[in-house]
């Protein structure tokens, strides 16, 4: 039994949308066709996928297993591309990901320290929104990148743990909160004025909550800073805050732990220099 790629996307996209009109707008294609290829898959797999009915298309457990697969296929297959593109251009270098306003130091020690080898080539580092290192590590589009355990996974990567540091809720410098030693979640979460930012997930949605959205680091300091939010960071992040921030401890707030990852598959020289120096670094 073979799987085509092709049908995987089309199943994603109904899967996703639960909703066939939907799903044929987002592949440009008609609504027949897209149901009578989800039909056919079904048969060939013999299960069923979805559940239809006059008003709502559900996911089946058989599908909802298909759907976190096929992503995972489709990532793979994505990334296999990417990496076959960029590996034709003849222009040796690597591209780092990872999350703009986080791990500063690290990052640029561990440049630094890699220009000083012989035979470096050129770093390029891509520098994004929380989420997105992860996923440009998926796709193919980086080679390797800075990770931030809980909060991005690991899974299908190799790593190694670089450091692991507390959280502190970074305040207005003003904020009654601010003079406090230490602060609980449920205290964090009971401030009238500053509720907690709430950042974009790897789908482009935001979790439910009455804090204002986050896409990056330029605008989480801004809202702070205008006396609109809060935010729960790593604790690295106080060298980088001025005057007008003050953080707090949160005493029950999960620790991060910080990993540089990269694909199983990898065999560039410079990936695995780059991982070394990252480990002598925070050793």
Excluded at 57 to 74: K, Y
Excluded at 133 to 160: I, M, Q, V, Y
């Amino acid at each position: 039994m073979v799987v085509e790629t092709r049908e995987l996307r089309y199943f994603v996209a109904v899967a996703e949308e639960l909703h066939f009109g939907r799903a044929a707008r987002r592949l440009v294609m008609a609504q027949p066709p897209l149901s009578r290829a989800i039909q056919r898959l079904e048969r060939r797999l013999g299960a069923v996928l979805l559940r239809r009915t006059p008003r709502a298309v559900v996911l089946t457990e058989a599908g909802a297993v298909l759907l976190r697969e096929a992503r995972v296929a489709l990532d793979a297959v994505e990334a296999a591309e990417r990496r076959t593109v960029r590996a034709a251009v003849d222009r040796p270098g690597v591209v780092l990901a990872a999350k703009a306003g986080a791990s500063s130091e690290l990052l640029s020690t561990l440049l630094a320290a890699y220009a000083a080898e012989p035979g470096a080539v050129p770093v390029e580092v891509v520098l994004c929104g929380p989420g997105e290192p992860e996923t440009l590590l998926r796709n193919g589009s980086a080679d390797l990148a800075l990770l931030h355990r809980p909060f991005d996974s690991t899974s299908g990567f190799d790593t190694e743990e670089l450091c692991t540091e507390r959280q502190v809720i970074v305040l207005p410098s003003g904020h009654p909160a601010a003079a406090r030693s230490g602060l609980s979640m449920a205290e964090v979460a009971a401030l009238p004025d500053l509720p907690l930012v709430r950042w974009r997930r790897r789908d482009g949605s935001f979790p439910d909550g009455p804090g204002p959205q986050v896409g990056n680091y330029s605008q989480l300091v801004q809202l702070i800073g205008l006396g609109r939010a809060c935010a729960l960071v790593p604790e690295s992040l106080r060298a980088q805050l001025g005057d007008a921030y003050a953080t707090v401890p949160v005493s029950d707030a999960p620790s991060v732990t910080t990993v540089i990852s990269w694909p199983p598959h990898s065999r560039s020289r410079a990936v695995a220099e780059l991982v070394r120096l990252a480990t002598e670094i925070q050793s």
